[in-house]
C-alpha cells in the first residue's frame, strides 16, 4: 500500500557520476523499482548507449526500435518511445548504441544543452519521478540530464580511490547550476558496496561524511551477491531476492528520498552488515 504522498509534479533525478563502476546503472534502476513498488509513478530514463538499464530491467537493447536517441535526435514524440514494464507503475525510456552518436549530432543543434529538457517537459505531469542515468562521462548527454533535472544523486563507492574525480563532477555542477539550470540541487551523495568487514570501507565512508556531511545520504548501499546477481535475470533486485541486503537498501534509499521531499514516512527496514548473509 501506498502513504499518503505530497505531489511533486514529477521530481527529475539524474544518476551521475564520470567515475565508472560505482553503481549508477544499478542505482538508476532499483531506486525506480522501489519507487514504482511503492505505488509512485516512475519513468526510468536510459540515457547511456551501454543501454544497461534497459537491459537490466528485460529489454533487449538491439530490439529497441525507438528511444532516447530518437528523442533527442530526430523530434520523436516522446510519449511514443515509453515502454511499459512488467513492473506496475514503472515505465522505461530505452536506450541502445545509436546514442553514441547522438553527442556528435547534437553538437549542430540549436539549444542542444537543452533538448532532453524539452522532451521531458510533457512527461512531467504523467509522473511522480523520473530517474535518468547518466553515461560514466560529462559529455553533452550527461550534460543534457542535469540541465534537466531537479536534482542528482552521485553513487561513491567505498573504496580508496573514492572522491577521484569527485571534484570534476562537483564544478560540473556549479558550471550548470550557474549557467543552465539554478535550480540544479544535489540530492545526495549515496555510499555504494559497503563491506562492514573491510576497514578501508569504514575509512571511505567516514572520509566521505567528513567532508560533505549532510548531502550524504544515511542509507548506504552493502555489497551483496542477490543485487550483482539481478542484472543477468533481467529484473530489479527486489524481484530476484525480495528479502536481501541488497531489496532492503533501495527501499530504504527510496524512503529517505521521499521523506526528504515532504512525502510521509514510511517504516524503514535497518539491516545490519555484520549479522545479515543474504
Known amino acids: ?50 543501454a544497461n538499464s534497459s537491459s537490466g530491467i528485460g529489454f ?29 507503475y514503472l515505465h522505461l525510456m530505452a536506450s541502445n548504441i545509436d546514442l553514441v552518436g547522438a553527442e556528435i549530432e547534437l553538437l549542430e543543434m540549436p539549444n542542444r544543452e537543452r533538448l532532453l529538457e524539452g522532451v521531458l517537459r510533457p512527461l512531467r505531469n504523467e509522473y511522480d519521478f523520473i ?10 548527454i550527461t550534460t543534457n540530464a542535469l540541465v534537466a533535472s531537479d536534482s542528482i544523486i552521485i553513487p561513491v563507492q567505498c573504496e580508496y580511490f573514492a572522491l577521484e574525480g569527485l571534484g570534476k563532477l562537483l564544478n560540473t555542477i556549479k558550471i550548470v547550476q550557474g549557467h543552465l539550470n539554478r535550480n540544479l540541487e544535489i540530492e545526495g551523495i549515496l555510499l555504494t558496496m559497503y563491506d562492514g568487514r573491510l576497514r578501508l570501507c569504514n575509512q571511505v565512508v567516514d572520509d566521505v561524511k567528513t567532508h560533505f556531511q549532510d548531502i550524504v545520504f544515511e542509507t548506504i548501499i552493502q555489497r551483496t551477491t542477490k543485487l550483482s546477481e539481478a542484472p543477468s535475470f533481467g529484473v530489479p533486485v527486489l524481484f530476484h531476492a525480495a528479502d536481501s541486503r541488497g531489496s532492503m537498501n533501495y527501499l530504504n534509499l527510496a524512503n529517505e528520498i521521499l521523506e526528504k521531499n515532504g512525502y510521509i514516512k514510511p517504516v524503514q527496514q535497518d539491516i545490519n552488515p555484520e549479522f545479515t548473509t543474504s
Do not use: F, H, W
Open 60 to 88: 533487449e537493447p538491439k530490439n529497441i526500435k525507438l528511444g532516447l536517441y530518437e528523442c533527442l535526435v530526430q523530434d520523436i514524440n516522446p510519449k511514443d518511445v515509453i515502454l511499459s514494464t512488467d513492473i506496475p
Open 131 to 140: 530517474i535518468i542515468d547518466c553515461s560514466p562521462s560529462l559529455g553533452l
Open 1 to 50: 500500500m501506498k502513504t499518503d504522498k505530497k505531489p511533486l509534479g514529477g521530481k527529475i533525478i539524474s544518476i551521475a557520476n564520470q567515475k565508472g563502476g560505482v553503481g549508477k546503472t544499478t542505482t538508476a534502476i532499483n531506486l525506480a523499482a522501489s519507487l514504482a513498488v511503492l505505488e509512485y509513478r516512475t519513468l526510468l530514463i536510459d540515457a547511456d548507449p551501454q
